[in-house]
DNA sequence: TTGTATGCGTTATCAA
DNA sequence: TTGATAACGCATACAA
């Protein structure tokens, strides 16, 4: 006799029940012969557990891929090891349709929990206020502001800011203005809040003409910088808000022949791996993106197996950045 | 009566048989009070159909970031537009054990469908020729060396090396070394066997002395430039098989105190949006990487819908890659 | 230790 | 046009 019944073989599988060893063996040579393979889809249908997570991100395209990129390698690693799958959703505009759209795929779906990863911009994370939580899997936040009724984890934007505009005052700037991301993100007035902290704290200048916003991109870093010189001659350090902005920034000052850090010291905000190919090699802050999608997904796991009836208090995450010095923040070069 | 039978709920929603108006519009209220949302995993079970499309790719860190979230992007657009999600499935190395445990995966899952996205390395293909065809969703391999037995959507590296070598002969170089990527990588070869014939097309040299190895990172651009200006004083050129190391050939140039383009052209590939705002800007290969990801998607949708018993003769799409031209390759500047 | 029956939420078949 | 009923492939409670 060949036959063994399906509930046998389910529990060879899932090890959820013991099987005689000989049972073991046929099934897994049966199954070795077959190329059969569980269906997760019935699986998932029986068990109420899908073992997916669902992970929200802006869309990739123009945007800064590095950020994304990151969280998303540190998310995957850790469902990876936990068992789960990804399901990869992206959201470009803050309308709330595209917002609903995305959320019912998602529960339709049936994923065990949420990644939101959107950058927040004003308002756009307001969905949340308005909908049934007993409707929604748990859901975590990553890179939003943080709200102690959710669950967020977040990298602290304002002392990462601060970190670099204490380190230029160190080197002897006097004189620091900031290019901005668009000004409706979190992210920028988080990170332009820690700018004015950090000059407050030193007596200096946080005038209305050392702000000029970008919108991430290089270019945008180009013209920050030309704004920037023509409104303060007397401009002396420069705080991008991220390194491709401020890539930009130092071509601006190649092409106005000033030289960095000699005339004016620089730092960038992410730390990638091409900052330390910029010329000059970019002080930058580096967030631990990688670590925070690992954060995330463990969080999400806690709470996906805590059976979330037993309303787990929502937990805050926030991760401190780290500055990286090189050669554009030094006023005596070595 | 509020009730109405599960079938005709069904087919309310598919619209796969006619319904009562009146029917329809209890049906429509009760789901929007109730919140309600089908179950796409009992959906899949019963139609064998997930509607779930994995995309394979290599683990984003480190690695450039562009190539693989362009495409990405074009994935995902596409799908979402054909009614599928994405499932992301990460792969670091090319042992055969990760790739079966990836594919074992997918067909847990029951995909419809495979993109696979890793890049090509010696040999890290040749699983396909050991499975069942039958086992497994139709699979399409993007960016990958064209093969006639299967499914291929591809840049023609070939092509955008020549391009760019083309360019830099016409601009008057005369003596061009080449950063490659890895040896072992498809794309390298490719790209090394573009330089290789363009050269041979001009009668200039393509001895060994203007070959050097990078890893598509910045740093390695760096080292590469130095290696090449200590083998070669009369280097007047320089093909950077990507845009990152292009940047640390920049780099190198600058600390040896090289003027781009007046000492040495420069060009890279991808075309990054940062390009434009190195110093100087940096001429670069287009590849239409957004465009490729849909098209994989278009051919995957294609031979799912086809029932895929009729057995489609696999197609290749080789799309052409462009020379933008700025001012690093310029020996005239305007 | 194993087989049998039932349910998970949907679609499809067949009557009504 | 609709309602019952049997799959889909797995897990599980209950018997054996």
Same mark, same amino acid.
């Given at each position: ?22 049972? !073991? ?6 199954? =070795? ?6 269906? +997760?889809?019935?699986?998932?249908? =029986?068990?109420? @557990?899908? &073992? ?9 395209? /123009? ?61 756009? @994370?307001?969905?949340? @206020? /308005? ?11 990553? !890179? ?52 004015? &902290? ?47 902005? =401020? +890539? ?62 037993? !309303? ?13 010095? @090189? ?8």
């Amino acid at each position: 006799m060949a036959g063994v019944s399906t509930g046998t073989v389910s529990n060879a599988l899932t090890g959820k029940r013991p099987v005689a060893e000989a049972s !073991h063996q046929r099934i897994l040579t049966a199954i =070795a012969e077959l190329g059969y393979q569980p269906n +997760l889809m019935a699986r998932g249908l =029986a068990n109420q @557990r899908s &073992h997916v997570l669902s992970v929200v991100i802006k869309e990739l395209s /123009d945007l800064g891929f590095y950020g994304y990129s990151s969280a998303l390698t540190g998310i995957q690693r850790e469902a990876n090891r936990l068992g789960y799958s990804i399901m990869l959703h992206f959201v470009n505009s803050s309308a709330e349709e595209e917002i609903f759209a995305t959320l019912d795929q998602i529960r339709a779906r049936r994923a065990d929990g949420i990644i939101w990863a959107i950058h927040e911009v004003d308002g756009n @994370r307001d969905w949340v @206020r /308005d909908i049934r939580p007993e409707d929604y899997p748990p859901l975590t936040f990553l !890179h939003m502001h943080p709200d102690p009724a959710l669950s967020v984890v977040a990298i602290d934007n304002q002392a990462g800011a601060s970190l670099a505009v204490a380190h230029m005052i160190e080197q002897g700037a006097r004189t620091i203005g900031i290019i901005t991301g668009p000004a409706d993100w979190w992210e920028s007035q988080s990170r332009l809040a820690g700018w004015q &902290h950090a000059l407050e704290q030193a007596n200096l200048d946080t005038g209305s003409s050392l702000v000029v916003a970008g919108d991430w991109l290089a270019e945008s870093g180009q013209k920050g910088l030309e704004t920037l010189l023509n409104q303060r001659p007397d401009l002396d350090a420069v705080f991008a808000c991220n390194d491709t902005m =401020a +890539l930009g920034a130092i071509y601006t000052a190649h092409r106005c022949g000033l030289s960095i850090p000699d005339d004016l010291l620089l730092v960038g905000f992410d730390n990638t791996p091409e900052a330390e190919s910029y010329w000059p090699p970019l002080t930058s802050i580096h967030q631990g993106l990688r670590q925070s999608g690992q954060i995330a997904v463990d969080e999400l796991h806690q709470i996906i197996e805590s059976g979330k009836n037993e !309303h787990i208090s929502p937990r805050q995450h926030i991760l401190q950045p780290e500055l990286i010095i @090189r050669r554009s923040s030094m006023r005596d070069k070595i």
